[in-house]
T-cell receptor
Framework: GQQLNQSPQSMFIQEGEDVSMNCTSS?????WLWYKQDPGEGPVLLIA?????ELTSNGRLTAQFGITRKDSFLNISASIPSDVGIYFC????????????FGKGITLSVRP | DAGVIQSPRHEVTEMGQEVTLRCKPI?????LFWYRQTMMRGLELLIY????????DSGMPEDRFSAKMPNASFSTLKIQPSEPRDSAVYFC???????????FGDGTRLSIL
């Protein structure tokens, strides 16, 4: 079946640093999404990407849809303590197929 | 704006008991999804509905699990009988339409003793 790979499992950065997270797939997706999950809460949508090569920003977040349709990355610039959480990538076949395939997530820690 | 609302937030019960989880999707959203999250397996899709009709239930682990969506504003996920290995966080999500981004509730943390 489809799988999304996110690594490493955990990342530790200093406040103010930039961080980049990558997500790769064994198969093609037509939509890529990035979610953030805080403890005790559900995943919150950060960015949605719909076209290969698309680069989209949301504040300090920037995400790109890889041209091969098999990968995506998320950049966080000038990290702050509230960026702590688990970041999930998700792929969707698109169209009428609503199923999302999630990566296992990357736990981000930000040292003040 | 109200997001996806799930209840209860926490449930602790003994194995063999029936468990019912509830979800109210975002008003106007036509697609509803049930997920299970565990440390070992991450987020897994159990079932999803479009316009109250179940579309894909291939993720439902066993016949002990069932889901219904009697109307556009309410869905239930039932486990009967429950087992300790069902312990997990169960999320409900909704989207405006098929293929649109999904928005998650805060989940139900289920513990089966």
């Amino acid at each position: 079946g489809q799988q999304l790979n996110q690594s490493p499992q955990s990342m530790f950065i200093q406040e103010g640093e930039d961080v980049s997270m990558n997500c790769t797939s064994s198969s093609i997706f037509n939509t890529w999404l990035w979610y953030k999950q805080d403890p005790g809460e559900g995943p919150v949508l950060l960015i949605a990407l719909y076209k290969a090569g698309e680069l989209t920003s949301n504040g300090r977040l920037t995400a790109q849809f890889g041209i091969t349709r098999k990968d995506s990355f998320l950049n966080i610039s000038a990290s702050i303590p509230s960026d702590v959480g688990i970041y999930f990538c998700a792929g969707q076949d698109g169209g009428a197929n609503s199923k999302l395939t999630f990566g296992k997530g990357i736990t981000l820690s930000v040292r003040p | 704006d109200a997001g996806v609302i799930q209840s209860p937030r926490h449930e602790v019960t003994e194995m063999g008991q029936e468990v019912t989880l509830r979800c109210k999707p975002i008003s106007g959203h036509n697609s509803l999804f049930w997920y299970r999250q565990t440390m070992m397996r991450g987020l897994e899709l159990l079932i999803y509905f479009n316009n109250n009709v179940p579309i894909d239930d291939s993720g439902m682990p066993e016949d002990r699990f069932s889901a219904k969506m009697p109307n556009a504003s309410f869905s239930t996920l039932k486990i009967q009988p429950s087992e300790p290995r069902d312990s997990a966080v169960y999320f409900c999500a909704s989207s405006l339409a098929a293929g649109q981004p999904q928005h998650f509730g805060d989940g139900t943390r289920l513990s089966i003793l």
